[in-house]
């Protein structure tokens, strides 16, 4: 809607402009500074240049009126637009809110957890942030792949296997163990254990053969990740190996080394980031001639780097700050455009439970697991919870707070609009085939603005995805929500003159709803648990 009505005033004014949504859809539903702008080159009072404006829009069918307000531009949308737009979202509901296909591609790495054990409150963050962006970006016509970078190789994994190794011996073997001060520990190592006595023979579980079982481990580690994922409608496309990189590295090193991107000290070889505005330079091979995880880090990423796409995205934790710095140092030196790799942190989450911290979980030993949350909330409630804020800030949140069957609750205040514009049309005992080519012309100021702002949603979906803010997708639902369940209370739908006018406002307004939940991650209901 906003990209039509952007080049129909383009055309007449014969330039760009910029076109803003007022927040009092009374006065209009558009409006562009254009004359602000326009005054210091044509010498003119912004006024007198807004009213010409005006003059030159006058005759544009997508509008009801066009005012020169204190040298703004005003627009209000015409009845017969609105119906048209609503006619053909309801038409072809799939294709609501979606654009073509652009030139733009994309590839996004994310969650990229150490495969030594469940998802934790933390992955989870970033996990649904980047899901979500991927379905937007998608939605709007973007080739958008995504990827998991599995940390395969080094001593985490190393001592993945010895952890399981030690817990097949006490718990199986029931021999007396000795426990390193750095292992893995909870439930899940036990149960992993446990399933790795009945896979190997006894003779097995020796120290030589620690490298195959952490390799045995490590893989059914991935496979809980990915039902933790899948528990909370997350599928990655592709997972890649830190260890099929190794073959890369020295040819890597070389690359860096002819940029003057290295230099060798202290028996090491260094990173010189500070030649690009990094605190300090980085060691990437040490004294033993074994790569740190930088050095694996930046052949993976020079290989993601020569595919394709137009902008890599990485969403790290938000204790990766600091390595930002040297991984963009480094793509520079292999001759890439820093600019083309693209950071977001995803920060640290507080969880409560009727007010107080939430308990560990025991099967992880020493966090909370996100599977804990999804059993307690489901993962429509965490879903919105963890897009209702942006990313990179700290959030906190109540799990108690989400099961409230009430206005306070924002996914149950969204979902009741929805159940209940179901309900509507229930009781006028009709469908939304019944109102497809009913005329909108009677809808009151109230009614026309839930319409505007239920066929507004491409535009908050383009603000959020160019900003990476997809807060904005939660924030518009709960004001179309709040739009719709004013309107709802304070006029008669079932039995009134305009009964079918009324229901193809609802339709459009349930569409929005659904649309936007489903790109969240999100099922509309159409009924309420307790209707």
């Keep these: 809607m906003k990209t039509l009505i952007y080049e129909a005033i383009k055309e007449k004014l ?57 040298g703004y531009v005003n627009f209000k949308l015409s009845k017969t637009f609105l119906d048209f737009l609503s006619t053909k979202a309801l038409k072809d509901p799939e294709n609501f809110a979606k654009d073509s296909l652009k030139n733009e591609s994309f590839l996004l790495e994310y969650v990229s957890a150490n495969p030594t054990g469940p998802l934790h409150i933390g992955h989870a963050r970033g996990a649904i942030f980047g899901d979500s962006l991927t379905r937007v970006a998608r939605h709007l016509g973007y080739k958008f792949d995504t990827e998991y970078y599995i940390n395969d190789a080094g001593n985490q994994i190393y ?17 007396s163990v000795q426990y390193p001060q750095e292992y893995y520990k909870g439930e899940y190592i036990v149960d992993i254990a446990k399933e ?21 481990a ?7 990740i990915k039902q933790n994922l899948a528990d909370a409608k997350i599928y990655i496309d592709s997972y890649v190996s830190e260890t099929s990189y190794y ?18 000290k202290e028996g090491k070889i260094w990173l010189a980031s500070t030649k690009k505005g990094d605190e300090k330079d980085r060691v990437i091979i040490k004294d033993d001639g074994k790569g740190t995880y930088l ?59 009727n007010g107080q911290p939430y308990k560990m979980s025991k099967r992880a030993g020493n966090f909370i697991l996100m599977s804990d949350v999804l059993e307690e909330l489901g993962s429509d409630a965490l879903r919105y919870i963890f897009l209702s804020k942006k990313c990179d800030t700290h959030l906190e949140f109540d799990v108690d707070e989400f099961k409230k069957e009430d206005s306070s ?40 603005n839930l319409l505007f702002e239920s066929l507004n949603l491409k535009a908050v979906l ?25 309107f709802y209370n304070e006029n008669k739908v079932v039995g009134s003159s305009n009964e079918d006018e009324l229901l193809k406002l609802f339709a459009v307004c349930a569409l929005s709803i659904k649309t936007a939940f489903a790109l969240m991650g999100i099922e509309a209901k159409n009924k309420m648990n307790h209707d």
């Design 247 to 264: 073959i890369q590295l020295q040819d890597t090193l070389e690359a860096l080394k002819t940029h003057n991107g290295t230099y060798e």
């Design 409 to 448: 609750n924002p996914v149950y205040y969204i979902n009741y609009a929805h159940a209940r514009i179901h309900q509507v049309f229930a009781k006028a005992s009709k469908n939304i085939e019944d109102v497809l080519d009913v005329k909108i012309q009677t809808l009151n100021e109230d009614g026309m």
């Design 462 to 486: 383009y603000d959020a995805f160019e900003s990476r803010a997809l807060q904005k997708i939660p924030d518009y639902l709960k004001n179309l929500a709040a739009l719709f369940h004013k």
């Design 295 to 353: 050095a694996a880090d930046i052949v993976y990423h020079k290989d993601k780097m020569s595919r394709p796409y137009t902008k890599c995205i990485n969403i790290w934790g938000a204790d990766h700050h600091g390595y930002i710095a040297r991984m963009k140092a480094a793509m520079e030196f292999l001759g890439f455009d820093a600019k083309n790799l693209e950071i977001i942190l995803a920060q640290m989450v507080s969880l409560l439970k």
């Design 218 to 224: 490590k893989d059914k580690m991935l496979d809980l």
């Design 14 to 70: 014969g330039r760009d402009f910029v076109l803003e949504n007022p927040k009092n859809k009374n006065l209009a539903h558009f409006a562009t500074p254009l004359a602000f702008s326009l005054a210091k080159e044509l010498k003119q009072n912004p006024m007198l240049i807004a009213q010409d404006i005006v003059l030159k829009l006058q005759d544009c069918e997508y509008f009801e009126s066009v005012e020169a307000v204190n």
């Design 159 to 175: 001592l993945l296997g010895l952890s399981v190794l030690l817990a097949v011996k006490e718990h199986c073997l029931k021999e």
């Design 196 to 216: 790795a006595f009945i896979n190997f023979d006894k003779t097995f579980f020796i120290d030589e053969n620690i490298p195959k079982l952490a390799n045995w």
